[in-house]
């Protein structure tokens, strides 16, 4: 007997692409189909856009899968999932799309194919209203593993807007299951470290002179702390188009790690773009959570899957966390409890204690 179809408002909350990553992927981990309606309804541009399909179209080849209603512009889709599968796999959003959110669909689900998986994903690898590709080796990839998850990220080619053009593989090893995590205690800063770039015809001492600026505004903040900042002028061969930006990590004595990133656009000096990404990391740092505003809502995914209870301690909620653990609820039987924390620092708002016992997901492929 078919499992009943899980009917998703794609309008709600956040309104946009998150609602439908965090649909397709449970769909594909659960074995249930579902239907998402009102995709980005309230968008300028509603309805599927190439990025988003083209998420769409790499579960259903992970798993086997059949997709109705997927084409450009179309506010319902449907995706009916079969049994994950292993092997190598292409993405390639032909625009300046983001990698890392293709990247952020389909790694919870190859987590649980039955042997190695090895993702190609090509789009754009720092755009902007999504995380950085710096952010995956320098904060996602040590976080989860915590929860006992390990992939390796290969930087073929980075690619920019408008052209995008970058490729990136992932590899990954399958988990039986995913261990819960606590992150309660954010210990005290003891180094930043980073990476400062320029492609194309931009000179390197722009990449200079925004890492320059991020350790002068961080070194007024936190005062004596090891900053380290690569500074990299992108081969021509290794990257499409003109770019440029930083993303820096504050790492603490207890492994917790905030970040903040910037990227450069037309009337934007090179110390405008450090800054930015210098006042964000500290942003994270004074609101006295041991979780960063891009990490909150990709964590409580991996914290509903989990074999186990865990708990997070983060800065208030984005709507971005909002939008996924209302998904979470309505596609599992998950269910988060929100603890209001004072900030220990006595800065900014309070924290909130995130905490949840993980529905345990397993992969019977493996034993």
């Known amino acids: 007997m078919s ?19 965090n649909a397709v992927t449970l769909s594909v981990l659960l074995s249930k189909p579902v239907e998402i309606k009102n995709i980005r309804l309230g968008r300028s541009t509603p309805g599927l856009r190439p990025q988003h399909l083209t998420g769409m179209k790499l579960l259903a080849d992970i798993c086997r899968g059949n997709l109705t209603g997927c084409t450009v512009g179309s506010t319902t889709a449907t995706l009916t999932p079969g049994p994950l599968e292993s092997g190598k796999f292409l993405a390639d959003a032909k625009t300046a799309g983001s990698v890392c959110l293709l990247m952020q669909v389909a790694l919870p689900c190859v987590l649980f194919s039955p042997r190695y998986c ?19 080796p320098l904060v996602l990839q040590p976080i989860l593993e915590k929860f006992a998850i390990k992939f390796e990220v290969k930087v073929n080619r980075r690619g920019y807007y408008p052209k995008g ?52 505004v961080i070194t007024e ?9 690569e500074v990299v002028q992108e081969k021509r061969s290794e990257a499409v188009g003109n ?13 917790c790690r905030l970040s903040g990133s910037a990227l450069g656009k037309r009337g934007l000096s090179a110390e405008e773009v450090g800054k930015a990404a210098a006042d964000e990391l500290i ?48 596609m599992t039987e998950v269910k988060f409890s929100q603890t209001p924390v004072p900030n220990e620092g006595g800065e900014g708002t309070n924290c909130v204690l995130l905490e949840c016992e993980g529905i345990g997901i397993t992969n019977a492929k493996l034993t």
């Open 165 to 216: 053009g970058g490729e990136v593989q992932v590899a990954v090893d399958p988990v039986h299951h995913i261990e819960p995590i606590t992150l309660t205690d954010l210990g005290q800063l003891v180094k930043v470290e980073g990476r400062s770039f320029v492609a194309g015809v931009l000179p390197i001492k722009i990449a200079k002179q925004m890492a320059d600026m991020v350790k002068t």
């Open 243 to 255: 770019g440029n930006g930083i993303s820096v990590v504050g790492i603490t004595s207890t492994g």
């Open 221 to 229: 903040f936190v005062g004596d702390v090891p900053i380290e900042i």
């Open 283 to 330: 942003s994270n740092l004074k609101h006295g959570g041991c979780v960063d505003n891009w990490l909150q809502d990709q964590l409580v995914l991996f914290m509903a899957l989990a074999k186990g209870k865990s708990a997070i301690k983060t800065g208030p909620l984005t709507l971005h966390t909002k939008t996924s653990i209302q998904i979470l609820e309505t």
């Open 3 to 21: 499992a009943a179809l899980i009917k998703i408002d794609g309008s709600i909350l956040e309104g946009g692409g998150q609602i439908l990553r």
């Open 118 to 136: 090895n993702l190609t994903l090509r789009g754009g690898t720092n755009c902007e209203m999504a995380p950085q590709l710096e952010f995956f």
